[in-house]
């Protein structure tokens, strides 16, 4: 076979023979020798083998794919149903007509060449809701008339599925002989390609289409029948086309109206040699081998391209008939509103979905609705847009309890963590800390060393004991704040309205350097045994002056 | 008795004149997963009432598609009204109001996995790790647009593709190719609001969007017309054969006749005769040999609607559009990605002997 074409192609053929076709095959073995001149001919043999294949039924796992899909619902009306099958010989490896009892179509002028190969014994056909009885478990002797039945081999004990119709609906819906041929044919894709190859190993698949188009607003059966001898029902031609009247010119007046009433009624009434043939030609049954079927309903208001290509395109805001109802220039829409002292009030409300990009409100967070209520100077209306969307944001995370809980959760992790931070800049502000706090880490060590550090460092020594420096700060005692309220030359004058020169309050305190102390460490306390024992001697006095007072022992 | 360091008092006073919040990049500030998935549906309008969105039925009639921005504003209110849950006092509303610029950058993120947790491609944890850590994804916010359709198109064809461009790619457009994946909007939203409407959300201003018929494979069609079926004539490498001059080329057609006694029943040879005509004055189409050719001329790859902002409609009235205006539409019949490549090179058809 020929290469795979590369993935997202796919090559085409007319049809796919297998080298033997089905049933059964003698062969003879002669072998001619000569020895000498003179025939030495080795005995012959015969032997039988079959060729066997799907004649009576289908497995479904030949089935690779159908369009429509099985018990699908959708536009189908437009579509051309079709079914592939796995085995890309499957539909040619029988013969349709092996004595050729159909006959050969009539040439016509203008004709294409008849189609190459033969035809498949296999055809799709569909059938609208009770125009066909699908029976199952049937005796194939009773599905078949007697003459094909006899030609089919007369196969004893052979149970199939049939589908049952009339015969002017097979008739009406039966592809001709060459229509069978063009309607099958084999595709080959890419076996790695995902979208075109689903189902298959090798990549190849033979397709029967059919040739009926569902009609819109209809449930449809197609059906995968087996045709092999079936001369009875196949055409050599196909019956005459439906001729459209395109234009009533000259018809007189009173005759268009008929005539196009009866085109409307669905144009069976041209099927007159089946009259002919028979008086009640609805109730000839006509029973077919079924091999699979599927069914779909055909629902839908038209082809995608037709409603794509009529929608009303515009920007959201505008309306078919102006005015109605009036669309603000700002995409605002009058709506009527109950206020809460029960007033009808109209206002102006605006949907999310606006004509023109609008910046984003920069403040944020909103607490309540009637915080994002606002007022048009204009026109004095209200607009209730966002305090709208407030309320439908509440109003669905009310509806959520657990909504509710994880926002409580939220908040409960956060409170706590902000209440940790609040004691921590509190303690800050008390105490000088050796290094910040940090909501994360453990706060008490942190804490106790400061404590520790700073009961270590002390206070230090105060400067300013008395309050000097404090008291010279007060603005009617500082020379240069009088001297520039009363507007004197010099500020010697405002010492001198202050009470003399600038020793009165007496000098400036600084702090006293403080006493350095060595490290000492608690060893070296440890070996001072001096101090160690004047501790203790002033313990023991201690302890003894307790004692007396309350007049006990130690 | 020395003193405490710290009064309840006191610290109850520090508390009310400045409330210290937990900083936002702490842990426990971070939203729960089910609260910040919640409020990021909220953003691209989960949930919200269709009277809201349209609040006139006369401003999205049948058979119409409405394009828009989205309102950021509202959807932030949305937002705050649902945080307002339990929101009693002035400790919620200090909490609210220090954490709202961390929540709103964080849903800016985050809602462009609400289409990934809506499609159920995995959980929310995993989602947010790839977005919040993908450069690409984790930007401040952009423009959201978008189009609200209700048609029969949409009750009809569910799984229709939807997408957004931000450059007007001409066709034939494959939308696997790199040039069409790097100008793909990201679908923020893509939901039917009911049987017929459906809502889609983009991020950023597209130049163009297209809705395409969902693909099945390989399918094969006809077009009606009075009288019958018509069909699009094929170059044997099934491409369609257009006549006229660009871009006004319209596609060239063959008229398929219907058989008298039933019309919905194709006339294969008479179809297959006018195929035949018509191949004789083109020989790029292919011979009608048997069923190959008839299926490459059948052939009905899945439709594609474009709508194109017109360049430019700038002081065209009191509403500007920023070239984002779908005044304009042209479609094209195009193949589905796969299918089209097919088309695009040659079916070769042969004929095994």
């Known amino acids: 076979m020929s290469d795979e074409p590369p993935q997202g192609q796919m090559y085409l053929y007319d049809n796919i023979t297998p080298p033997l076709l089905d049933g059964s095959y003698r062969f003879n073995v002669s072998t001619d020798t000569t020895i000498d001149g003179a025939d030495q001919n080795l005995p012959g043999a015969t032997n039988y083998f079959n060729v066997e294949g799907p004649r009576f039924t289908l497995t479904p796992s030949l089935v690779a794919g159908v369009f429509p899909p099985r018990n699908g619902h959708g536009s189908f009306q437009d579509n051309i149903p079709h079914i592939a099958l796995s085995r890309r010989t499957l539909p040619w490896e029988r013969a349709l007509d092996p004595s050729g009892l159909i006959g050969i179509p009539t040439a016509k002028q203008g004709d294409p060449p008849r189609p190459v190969g033969p035809a498949p014994w296999v055809g799709l056909l569909l059938f609208e809701e009770g125009e066909y009885t699908i029976l199952q478990n049937q005796k194939l002797e009773d599905v078949v008339p007697s003459d094909v039945y006899k030609r089919l081999g007369s196969p004893a004990n052979i149970n199939c599925d049939a589908v049952q119709t009339t015969l002017p609906i097979l008739n009406a819906i039966m592809p001709s002989l060459d229509e069978l041929t063009v309607l099958a044919h084999v595709r080959q894709v890419n076996k790695d390609d995902r979208e075109l190859s689903a189902g298959s190993a090798d990549g190849w698949f033979s397709v029967v289409m059919s040739n009926r188009v569902p009609e819109p607003n209809s449930k449809c059966c197609a059906c995968l029948v087996s045709l092999e001898e079936r001369s009875d029902v196949i055409a050599k031609d196909p019956p005459p086309d439906f001729a459209p009247i395109r234009v009533v010119a000259e018809a007189p007046v009173a005759a268009a109206p008929a005539a196009v009433s009866r085109l409307a009624v669905g144009g069976i009434s041209r099927g007159q040699n089946i009259l002919q043939v028979n008086p009640f030609p609805f109730q000839i049954n006509v029973s077919l081998v079924l091999l699979y079927s599927w069914k779909f309903e055909c629902i839908g208001p038209g082809s995608f391209r037709d409603l794509m290509q009529g929608l009303d395109v515009a920007f959201f805001g505008t309306v078919a008939n102006p005015g109605h109802p009036p669309v603000a220039d700002t995409g605002h829409i009058k709506i009527s509103l109950g206020d809460r002292a029960g007033v009808e009030e109209t206002v102006m409300y605006r949907s999310p979905l606006v004509p023109f990009q609008l910046t984003r409100d920069p403040l944020g967070p909103y607490h309540s609705a009637d915080q994002c209520r606002r007022v048009t100077p204009e026109t004095g209306a209200e607009d209730v847009s966002y305090a709208c969307a407030f309320e439908v944001g509440r109003l669905l995370a009310a509806a959520d309890a657990r909504l509710a809980q994880e926002l409580m959760r939220w908040r409960r992790e956060g409170y706590r963590q902000s209440a940790r931070a609040d004691t921590f800049s509190a303690v800050s502000a008390t105490l000088p800390l050796v290094q910040p706090l940090d909501v994360h880490t453990p706060a008490i060590p942190v804490v106790a060393t400061s404590a520790t550090s700073s009961m270590l460092n002390g206070r230090g020594p105060a400067a300013d004991r008395f309050g000097v420096n404090f008291i010279g700060n007060v603005i009617g005692l500082q020379p240069a704040a009088v001297q520039d309220a009363w507007q004197l030359s010099t500020p010697q004058e405002a010492e001198n309205i202050l009470g003399g020169d600038a020793g009165t309050l007496g000098a400036s305190v600084v702090a006293p350097a403080a006493t350095p102390r060595p490290a000492t460490t608690i060893d070296a306390v440890a070996a001072d045994a001096a101090s160690l024992n004047n501790l203790s001697s002033a313990r023991d006095r201690l302890i003894a002056n307790a004692a007396q007072k309350v007049g006990g022992t130690p | ?353």
């Open chain 2, 1 to 353: 008795m020395r003193q405490a360091w710290i009064q309840s008092k006191e610290a109850l006073r520090l508390r009310m004149i400045q409330p210290q919040q937990v900083a936002p990049g702490e842990p426990e500030a971070e939203m729960p997963p089910y609260m910040e998935s919640f409020l990021a549906h909220l953003r691209v309008l989960v949930g919200v009432p269709f009277e809201y969105l349209v609040p006139d039925s006369r401003l999205l009639p049948d058979e119409s598609i409405r394009f828009f921005f989205l309102d950021r504003s509202w959807a932030d209110r949305v937002v705050d009204g649902a945080i307002a849950v339990g929101k009693i006092g002035t400790r919620e509303q200090a909490h609210h109001q220090a954490h709202e610029p961390a929540i709103r950058q964080q849903l800016d993120i985050t809602e462009r996995i609400v289409r990934s947790i809506q499609m159920q491609l995995g959980s929310f944890a995993n989602l947010k790790a790839v977005n919040d850590s993908n450069p690409a994804t984790n930007g401040p916010a952009d423009v959201i647009t978008g189009f609200i359709l209700r048609s029969a198109a949409v009750s009809g064809w569910p799984q229709m593709d939807v997408r957004a461009y931000s450059t007007d790619i001409p066709e034939p457009l494959d939308p696997s190719s790199a040039d069409a994946q790097n100008a793909q909007l990201r679908t923020l939203r893509l939901e039917l609001l009911s049987p017929s409407v459906m809502i889609a959300l983009f991020q950023g201003i597209p130049a163009l969007v297209t809705l395409e018929e969902p693909h099945h494979g390989v399918q094969f069609g006809v077009e009606p017309v009075f009288g019958g079926f018509q069909i699009d004539e094929r170059h044997a490498n099934g491409t369609q054969i257009l006549v006229g001059v660009a871009p006004n080329q319209v596609s060239k057609t063959v008229f398929a006749p219907v058989r008298a006694a039933n019309t919905r029943v194709l006339s294969i040879t008479s179809l297959r005769r006018a195929l035949f005509t018509a191949q004789n004055s083109d020989a790029t189409m292919p011979k009608q040999t048997g069923g190959a050719s008839l299926a490459v001329e059948v052939l009905n790859p899945p439709w594609r609607q474009r709508f194109e902002g017109t360049k430019d409609n700038r002081g065209g009235g009191g509403q500007q559009s920023s070239g984002f205006l779908s005044s304009l539409s042209v479609a094209v019949r195009v193949a589905q990605p796969a299918t089209k490549a097919a088309l695009q090179t040659a079916i070769q058809s042969e004929v095994k002997p």
